[in-house]
């Protein structure tokens, strides 16, 4: 077995990250749905390569992404400039955290889906985002936050899934280690990716490692409230199912 490359392995994560998950688009009807309701600019907070940002440009409505990552801005800005122009002119780019970001304008929309808010791990820079947040949002301004339940039926758990680069035509093997601490909310997440050579997993493996934050629906409430949001909607699905617990959790609040 070769030695784990870490070297680059931010560069090498957001790229299969982009491949994996590209074909997610469940997501994406229930935010235009809302981006064109509340007429104005759409902000997300972590953006990643574009998954989202770029279909809202594509119906014609202004939006901001914001991600942390340079390696993943890079994606979605080679992305992007596939586009056509009216589509390019549609979108911006920001280098930024979630915590302490600063723009020039308001928004009626924004958007922190598929986790994103779980890397904050500690319950006081997740007020720091939600507080920025609110400070971001126009007078009517939409914000929905997305985020998943965990079971609870087990402490550690271990997966494998394999991702196609249909475009360089190779393959790669993901094995997925959970590891949950339930007295500090934090789930402990190791993704090793090896690159499969003759139907084996032979060739290159690149390990990366990340932390989430779950947090359950009365914490999400009281951390709401204490930033000045009021919770309007829950849903457990994008179908609009009304939240009764679940695995998902995703809530639409506006300001105080």
């Known amino acids: 077995m070769n030695n784990l490359l870490m070297r680059d392995g931010n560069n090498f994560y957001a790229n299969l990250y982009d491949i994996e998950f590209s074909d997610k688009v469940d997501d994406i009807p229930f935010i235009l749905a ?3 309701k509340q007429e104005g600019r759409v902000l997300e907070l972590g953006c990643g390569t574009g998954r989202i940002i770029i279909p809202i440009a594509e119906a014609g409505i202004k939006v901001t992404g914001i991600d942390n990552s340079l390696h993943m ?8 400039a596939q586009r056509p122009q009216a589509v390019q002119k549609n979108i911006e780019l920001v280098h930024a955290q979630m915590q302490n970001f600063t723009l020039r304008r308001r928004f009626s929309l924004i958007i922190c889906v598929f986790n994103t808010f779980m890397h904050i791990i500690s319950k006081e ?7 920025n947040v609110r400070q971001h949002l126009e007078k009517n301004g939409v914000f929905i936050n997305e985020t ?3 079971s609870f039926a087990f402490r550690e758990k271990n997966a494998q899934y394999k991702i196609i680069d249909r475009k360089k035509g190779i393959a790669f093997k993901k094995i997925e280690e959970l590891r ?6 934090i789930l402990c997440v190791n993704y090793i990716y090896q690159q499969i050579n003759n139907k084996n997993a032979t060739g290159d493996h690149y390990a990366y490692f990340f932390q989430l934050r779950y947090t359950l629906y009365p914490e999400m409430r009281e951390l709401m409230l204490t930033s000045g949001l009021k919770i309007v909607d829950v849903f457990s699905d994008y179908n609009r199912k009304p939240f009764v617990g679940g695995k998902r959790m995703i809530i639409v609040a506006k300001k105080l």
């Open 180 to 185: 949950y601490n339930y007295n500090t909310q």
């Open 73 to 80: 801005l890079k994606i979605a800005k080679d992305k992007i």
């Open 148 to 150: 998943f339940i965990p």
């Open 34 to 36: 809302y981006a064109k």
């Open 125 to 131: 820079e997740q007020l720091q985002v939600l507080k």
